[in-house]
């Protein structure tokens, strides 16, 4: 009867443009105890004074029903989409990689780079700053590769997605 | 037009006359002190004066549950406002519409550490439905307009207007409120009607049904508690009601079964555990309701009616979940089992009645009042019997024992007669939400029952009642012990009664005199009739202390975490209470 297998959702929340709104977004998040892998927050229509925010969580069914439910009932969010379910979607991150190494090791960072279609938007003698885009799992993969080639800090966006098609959210 | 231009003060008391405001909860202040000074100066707005904030929140609470109105406070800056925060969050659980206006320093102080300053809005946003921080006059009509739609619209709930000093000074101009939808809030009220559909046909066709309503239908209006009174009627089903539900079917109508839950009938709870089709009407599957949750109502397909959709399937997942406002979704119910002419199965019913009626014959609030103590039984029962036949009598409760058995002894036949704190279970609520709906109800019979511990936490509203000449009366059990803890010590604890014995508790009368009330103190069951008559008779406030048992405990009882068919009736299955309360059922509330 109740589903208790975890899954990862990520949810996409139409929200006004109001002071503390995220607030009351993490603030619903903290106070219940559910989870948040990924928050991203920006302004989509300043006219309409509308932001969005992604968020990335994961629970079970039950529990990602009441996060919709939960974040519904805020008095500024206009509209909450279960991406993850509602059809075929994008899901992208960026982040910036700074790696510090040398020799052949410098070598095979940036041929990794290449393979991951990242870029380097920063290069000093001993380092590079990679670009890339893509899936949270393909960010992760990239940082681990950099790991043992000299990986000195990251820098992520968090999770931005939008359904495919013409429909919005 | 200059003429038009008026202080924020002025514009603030024009929004709340024009929201049909007429008393408001207040303790003054710095940072209101001009939104006083614009009341002194006005005659539409009635201002009761607390003698604590918290109080003024519970007030709001009672004068809210009692008219079906918003209840509406004001209170200074910084300590004005934390004191409202456990009010506000007993109404955000008990979801009473409730706007709660708080002082704030002037805007260019917030954030400086001023005097009375602290985050308001930061405080109460877990705490409220909704919360304003007001910064500049020409938002300010609006956002009181906007302040009691939320307040009373969909799930009500408490609303904090955080006003800054400056703001309340500056002048600006008015605007009446809006007809417009909000932007983003419109809760549904209609319910889906395929679904509407889905549940006339489980009900139609069960053998075992069950209606299990609860707070929301009597938040829907008295209207939502006339239409499940007729869907009773038309399916025949029993139907059972939540602490917070109680009056949304008369206590006398034959198809009621009491109250479900932890203190609740056998005959309710069995008939929880064994339906084979529940209809929740406004409720809200409350843990002190369902007991353990995979042991709850194994068999039963389940329909939730709740207009907030964070409600369904959170604590029990349901078959058909309808989101809208009970009042239109049962009446939709009702039209398409009229349209339909449909009928529930007579034989099957009346061999479930059979049963029920079997459960109810072992009477599970049963009690033996003898010698010379006062069972805290017989004094709710005394109680009642002299209330019967009257339709003015509105109940509030503080919490504990006392509340249990106010809740299983006394009769509501009518909603929004009944205010209790059930959600938050704050103790010290009794006395002011009385308060408040005796302000709303200047000619009726307000009694608190009290336990001698709660009613201690808001004493000083003696007082508010004393100045407004509001007849209140606190009819204490007073059983020397803070009792409902008593009772877990006893049997969860091994009798180590840590802190729980009331020593040093004050003269109940002296105390009653010194406000200025009536006191009345009862030991003798032979005398307790008298005494009760005397409160009523009594124009004024009254305290009546009446000395009860003080080893009584409130049975039935379902230990936290069990399932509803282990059910404790009575002293004598201390057995099945050991049994059923696991080290996981201890670790619950
Ligand atoms: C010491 C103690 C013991 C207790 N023991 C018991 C007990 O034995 N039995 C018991 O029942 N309770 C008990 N309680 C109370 C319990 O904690 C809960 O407060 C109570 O059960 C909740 O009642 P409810 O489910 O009716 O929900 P409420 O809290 O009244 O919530 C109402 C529900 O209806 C919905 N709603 C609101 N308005 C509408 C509308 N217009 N249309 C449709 N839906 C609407 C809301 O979204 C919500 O889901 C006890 C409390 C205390 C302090
Ligand atoms: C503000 C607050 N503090 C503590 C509690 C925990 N509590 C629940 S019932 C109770 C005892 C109440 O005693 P009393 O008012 O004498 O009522 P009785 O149970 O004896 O009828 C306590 C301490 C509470 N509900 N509220």
Same mark, same amino acid.
């Given at each position: 009867?109740?589903?208790?297998?975890?899954?990862?959702?990520?949810?996409?929340?139409?929200?006004?443009?109001?002071?503390?709104?995220?607030?009351?977004?993490?603030?619903?998040?903290?106070?219940?105890?559910?989870?948040?892998?990924?928050?991203?927050?920006?302004?989509?229509?300043?006219?309409?004074?509308?932001?969005?925010?992604?968020?990335?969580?994961?629970?079970?069914?039950?529990?990602?029903?009441?996060?919709?439910?939960?974040?519904?009932?805020?008095?500024?969010?206009?509209?909450?989409?279960?991406?993850?379910?509602?059809?075929?979607?994008?899901?992208?991150?960026?982040?910036?990689?700074?790696?510090?190494?040398?020799?052949?090791?410098?070598?095979?960072?940036?041929?990794?780079?290449?393979?991951?279609?990242?870029?380097?938007?920063?290069?000093?003698?001993?380092?590079?700053?990679?670009?890339?885009?893509?899936?949270?799992?393909?960010?992760?993969?990239?940082?681990?590769?950099?790991?043992?080639?000299?990986?000195?800090?990251?820098?992520?966006?968090?999770?931005?997605?939008?359904?495919?098609?013409?429909?919005?959210? | 037009?200059?003429?038009?231009?008026?202080?924020?003060?002025?514009?603030?008391?024009?929004?709340?006359?024009?929201?049909?405001?007429?008393?408001?909860?207040?303790?003054?202040?710095?940072?209101?002190?001009?939104?006083?000074?614009?009341?002194?100066?006005?005659?539409?707005?009635?201002?009761?004066?607390?003698?604590?904030?918290?109080?003024?929140?519970?007030?709001?609470?009672?004068?809210?549950?009692?008219?079906?109105?918003?209840?509406?406070?004001?209170?200074?800056?910084?300590?004005?406002?934390?004191?409202?925060?456990?009010?506000?969050?007993?109404?955000?659980?008990?979801?009473?519409?409730?706007?709660?206006?708080?002082?704030?320093?002037?805007?260019?102080?917030?954030?400086?550490?001023?005097?009375?300053?602290?985050?308001?809005?930061?405080?109460?946003?877990?705490?409220?439905?909704?919360?304003?921080?007001?910064?500049?006059?020409?938002?300010?009509?609006?956002?009181?307009?906007?302040?009691?739609?939320?307040?009373?619209?969909?799930?009500?709930?408490?609303?904090?207007?955080?006003?800054?000093?400056?703001?309340?000074?500056?002048?600006?101009?008015?605007?009446?409120?809006?007809?417009?939808?909000?932007?983003?809030?419109?809760?549904?009220?209609?319910?889906?009607?395929s679904r509407i559909e889905q549940a006339v046909d489980l009900l139609a066709n069960a053998k075992k049904p069950l209606i299990?309503?609860?707070?929301?239908?009597?938040?829907?209006?008295?209207?939502?508690?006339?239409?499940?009174?007729n869907l009773a009627d038309l399916t025949g089903a029993?139907?059972?009601?939540?602490?917070?539900?109680?009056?949304?079917?008369?206590?006398?109508?034959?198809?009621?079964?009491?109250?479900?839950?932890?203190?609740?009938?056998?005959?309710?709870?069995?008939?929880?555990?064994?339906c084979d089709v529940m209809l929740?009407?406004?409720?809200?599957?409350?843990?002190?309701?369902?007991?353990?949750?995979?042991?709850?109502?194994?068999?039963s397909k389940?329909i939730?009616?709740?207009?907030?959709?964070?409600?369904?399937?959170?604590?029990?997942?349901?078959d058909v979940?309808?989101?809208?406002?009970?009042?239109?979704?049962l009446?939709d119910i009702i039209k398409v089992w009229k349209s339909r002419q449909a009928k529930c199965d007579g034989k099957a019913l009346?061999?479930w009645?059979?049963?029920?009626?079997?459960?109810?014959?072992?009477?599970?609030?049963?009690?033996?009042?003898?010698?010379?103590?006062?069972?805290?039984?017989?004094?709710?029962?005394?109680?009642?019997?002299?209330?019967?036949?009257?339709?003015?009598?509105?109940?509030?409760?503080?919490?504990?024992?006392?509340?249990?058995?106010?809740?299983?002894?006394?009769?509501?036949?009518?909603?929004?007669?009944?205010?209790?704190?059930?959600?938050?279970?704050?103790?010290?609520?009794? $006395?002011?939400?009385?308060?408040?709906?005796?302000? @709303?109800? +200047?000619? *009726?019979?307000?009694? #608190? !029952? &009290?336990?001698?511990?709660?009613?201690?936490?808001?004493?000083?509203?003696?007082?508010?009642?004393?100045?407004?000449?509001?007849?209140?009366?606190?009819?204490?059990?007073?059983?020397?012990?803070?009792?409902?803890?008593?009772?877990?010590?006893?049997?969860?604890?091994?009798?180590?009664?840590?802190?729980?014995?009331?020593?040093?508790?004050?003269?109940?009368?002296?105390?009653?005199?010194?406000?200025?009330?009536?006191?009345?103190?009862?030991?003798?069951?032979?005398? $307790?009739?008298?005494?009760?008559?005397?409160?009523? @008779?009594? +124009?004024? *406030?009254?305290?009546? #202390? !009446? &000395?009860?048992?003080?080893?009584?405990?409130?049975?039935?009882?379902?230990?936290?975490?069990?399932?509803?068919?282990?059910?404790?009736?009575?002293?004598?299955?201390?057995?099945?209470?050991?049994?059923?309360?696991?080290?996981?059922?201890?670790?619950?509330?």
């Amino acid at each position: 009867m109740i589903k208790s297998e975890q899954r990862k959702a990520t949810i996409a929340v139409l929200v006004d443009n109001e002071p503390g709104v995220l607030a009351r977004v993490i603030g619903l998040f903290s106070g219940r105890g559910y989870n948040i892998d990924s928050l991203t927050v920006s302004e989509v229509d300043a006219a309409a004074h509308l932001s969005r925010i992604t968020i990335v969580t994961s629970g079970t069914e039950m529990v990602i029903t009441q996060i919709k439910a939960q974040l519904q009932r805020l008095v500024p969010v206009h509209r909450t989409s279960d991406l993850t379910v509602e059809g075929p979607y994008v899901e992208r991150e960026l982040a910036l990689v700074k790696v510090s190494s040398s020799g052949e090791t410098r070598v095979e960072a940036l041929r990794i780079a290449d393979i991951f279609r990242a870029r380097a938007v920063d290069s000093t003698i001993n380092s590079f700053v990679f670009e890339i885009t893509g899936s949270l799992e393909k960010i992760s993969a990239f940082v681990d590769l950099m790991r043992p080639l000299g990986l000195v800090d990251v820098s992520r966006t968090g999770v931005v997605a939008i359904s495919r098609g013409p429909d919005p959210i | 037009m200059a003429q038009d231009r008026m202080t924020g003060s002025e514009i603030l008391v024009k929004a709340l006359v024009d929201q049909g405001v007429d008393v408001l909860f207040g303790y003054p202040g710095g940072a209101v002190l001009p939104i006083y000074d614009a009341i002194f100066q006005q005659n539409q707005l009635r201002h009761i004066l607390v003698r604590q904030e918290g109080g003024a929140v519970h007030a709001a609470e009672g004068y809210a549950r009692s008219t079906g109105k918003v209840g509406v406070v004001l209170v200074t800056s910084g300590p004005g406002a934390t004191n409202c925060v456990t009010g506000l969050t007993d109404a955000l659980m008990d979801s009473i519409p409730v706007v709660c206006l708080t002082g704030q320093v002037a805007t260019h102080l917030i954030g400086n550490d001023a005097f009375q300053e602290a985050d308001t809005v930061g405080i109460t946003r877990p705490c409220t439905k909704h919360n304003y921080l007001v910064k500049s006059i020409e938002d300010l009509a609006r956002t009181i307009h906007e302040a009691f739609h939320v307040a009373k619209s969909g799930r009500p709930g408490p609303v904090v207007v955080d006003l800054p000093k400056d703001v309340m000074t500056a002048l600006g101009s008015y605007l009446p409120p809006a007809k417009a939808r909000h932007r983003s809030y419109n809760p549904q009220v209609k319910g889906d009607l395929s679904r509407i559909e889905q549940a006339v046909d489980l009900l139609a066709n069960a053998k075992k049904p069950l209606i299990y309503a609860g707070g929301g239908v009597i938040n829907a209006g008295p209207a939502a508690s006339q239409l499940l009174t007729n869907l009773a009627d038309l399916t025949g089903a029993p139907t059972t009601l939540t602490l917070m539900g109680l009056g949304a079917l008369p206590a006398s109508h034959k198809n009621f079964v009491g109250m479900v839950g932890m203190h609740g009938s056998l005959e309710a709870n069995m008939c929880m555990h064994d339906c084979d089709v529940m209809l929740c009407v406004g409720a809200r599957f409350d843990d002190r309701v369902t007991g353990r949750l995979d042991a709850f109502s194994p068999g039963s397909k389940k329909i939730h009616i709740d207009i907030d959709a964070s409600s369904i399937n959170k604590n029990i997942a349901v078959d058909v979940p309808i989101i809208g406002d009970c009042a239109y979704v049962l009446e939709d119910i009702i039209k398409v089992w009229k349209s339909r002419q449909a009928k529930c199965d007579g034989k099957a019913l009346a061999s479930w009645w059979d049963e029920i009626e079997g459960w109810r014959a072992r009477d599970s609030f049963k009690y033996t009042q003898s010698g010379e103590v006062i069972k805290p039984q017989y004094a709710l029962e005394r109680l009642n019997a002299h209330l019967k036949g009257r339709d003015d009598v509105f109940i509030s409760t503080e919490v504990g024992q006392h509340q249990m058995w106010a809740a299983q002894f006394l009769d509501f036949e009518k909603p929004n007669h009944w205010m209790t704190s059930g959600g938050l279970g704050t103790m010290g609520y009794g $006395l002011p939400a009385a308060m408040g709906v005796q302000v @709303a109800h +200047p000619d *009726a019979l307000c009694i #608190d !029952v &009290a336990g001698e511990a709660s009613i201690l936490m808001n004493i000083q509203e003696m007082a508010t009642l004393a100045q407004y000449r509001l007849p209140v009366k606190v009819f204490i059990l007073n059983n020397r012990w803070m009792g409902m803890v008593r009772q877990w010590q006893e049997f969860f604890f091994g009798g180590r009664y840590s802190e729980s014995y009331m020593d040093s508790l004050p003269d109940f009368v002296k105390l009653a005199e010194s406000f200025g009330a009536v006191g009345l103190r009862v030991s003798d069951p032979e005398k $307790l009739d008298d005494v009760i008559a005397e409160m009523i @008779a009594t +124009p004024s *406030a009254v305290i009546v #202390d !009446v &000395a009860v048992d003080p080893n009584e405990n409130v049975y039935p009882m379902i230990p936290a975490g069990a399932a509803h068919n282990q059910i404790t009736m009575s002293p004598d299955e201390q057995a099945v209470l050991d049994a059923a309360s696991t080290d996981e059922g201890l670790a619950l509330v």
